[in-house]
């Protein structure tokens, strides 16, 4: 890095003068230095500092003219070329409405010690893209593939921010959508998941128990328009729904009727990266003022007494009036949950998950599965947040005072309100009696309450349930020196590795002059001094577990522990212990995670002795 650093710090004149040299030596007598009054004019936009532009012999038998442009970043940051003569925009796909190229990737990086060879690199870039572009054969290819950056570069500036939670596919349907105060629009597939997505951003403040949108149409295509395709006025509209067929003209139909000024309309099609939404704006023909100089309803105009004939309906509605280009933000769960690549969000969001216990550990999991996509957490603990939880958990000052669940459910719903979250104020032995369906029901249960009475009642539901549900259980050593994850599966049980007063079996730390008790000023109220840097490694080693767990249903019991480095240890007047010593001696310098096996038999779970795999 520090070579780099110093590196980029070669001065701007000498970069350029570089460059210089080298077109120079390239291209004699076909290169003009371009004056800082032309860089503006051409470019208005850009902070460009310096330019060069060079003519250049295409296959065509033409000479063209290219710019190579450098802002004052150079050679730092890399240069941008641009195409002098060039056809209208959006002729051309990688070329801006000013001529310049789109070819290397939003946060590409270049050598700065070698300014000259980065410019020529991109200039040989540009002119085979030159060369491509005029042979033809990538033009429309490229239009489709890239099909959201185009449809951006034609959209109205004054269009509504749509917001999409639908999925983004076929068939050609009808979908509803919202408008808040500021005319920005959200799109679901119903009005449950409208009324559902607004009272979790919301908090549930001020969110109505139902919300019924208005329809709007989902037209799937069968692949992504041509710029020379875009639709400009709701006639074009209805064309395009015409050529898709499939029940499209059919939609179209079902929200004129159901609409009064305009409708909206997305078209979704398959593009190089997968899935893409566009939408547009269709408005009536001009309002007409009635004979009181009033605004008549240009929709339903010459039929007042009976309703709107569907075929009037749907010419009026998608008429020659200009339409609005809008752009759309996709904020379905397979986009939020891996921007549609991830081919674990479908399974993920099917599953169920109850966390026992969200303090310090549990709250974080319970985020981390949340932002992993698991559609719908079941969140239990009785305990409200005090000021010392704070440090060290995901709620903070403002929900001092409250119960965590509740508070720690709310700010789920918050961030990621298209997920099913619920708050159980609940011991464990008041959530069982009272919610045992919710349990039932589950495809995992997490346990992270650092109790072992609770603990030990979760698994004796299970052991009851003939061991039907998953559980996975986290826990630290003290000082968060150690950390462990078990996952319980089939044929085990969590006091396999226990005695009856919940001390484990293994340990990785012994504390050669006694255990350390650490105590408030008050009677009995013990705590562990460790902070949220510590935690982190039990939150990733039981979360990785959970999902592990949700993804491939575990049939064997698992136990996998996280060492603090070996200066911790010490320095905490610790040591490794006689079993992990036995157990993982390559892993005694610590700083590293470590598989173990899990006992299996005890009286609790009634079977024979035997070490799960």
Sequence with gaps: MRDRLVAGRMPFAQAVGLVDDRLDAIAPGMVERLSAGLIAAAYPTRRFAAGW???????????????????SRFPAGYPRTALVDRPAHLEWPHVERDGVLCLLPIGAEVDPDDPAEVAMNLFGRSARLLAELLEGGIVDRDFREEFL????????????????????????????????DRGDVTVAENDQQLTNWYHNISGGIGAPRTRRGEPAAMIWLPEPLLPSSYPTTGADVRSIAEMVGGGALEVLTEVATGTKDEAIVLFGALGRGGPGLIAVTTRVANRPRGVRGGVEHPLTKGFRHRPLPSAVATERMFSVAPLVRATVQRADASWIHGRGADARTVELLRRRVVVVGCGSLGSSVAVRLAKAGIGRLDLVDHERLSWSNVGRHELGAEDVGRYKVEALAERIRRQLPHLEIHAHALDIHGFMLSREDVLDEADLI???????????????????????VPLVYGWLEDRALAAHAVTIADGACLRCGFDRTGTPAFSAIRWPRGRPVDEEPACGNHYQPYGAVELGHAVDLTSRAALDALLERPTAASHRAWLAPIRDVVGAGAEWSGQLRERAPASLSGATTIDLDWPVGCAACATTSRHAA
């Design 53 to 71: 532009r060079v003519r250049l012999d295409c296959p065509d038998g033409e000479t063209r003219r290219i710019d190579l442009l450098v802002t």
């Design 446 to 468: 997490v346990c992270a309450t650092g109790s072992w009475g609770a603990e030990a009642a979760v698994d004796a539901w299970r052991s009851s349930r003939a061991g039907i």
């Design 149 to 180: 950056t185009y449809w951006f570069y034609a959209s109205d500036g004054d269009a509504p921010v749509v917001r999409s939670l639908i999925r983004p596919g076929g068939p050609s349907r009808t979908v509803r959508i919202h408008r808040d």
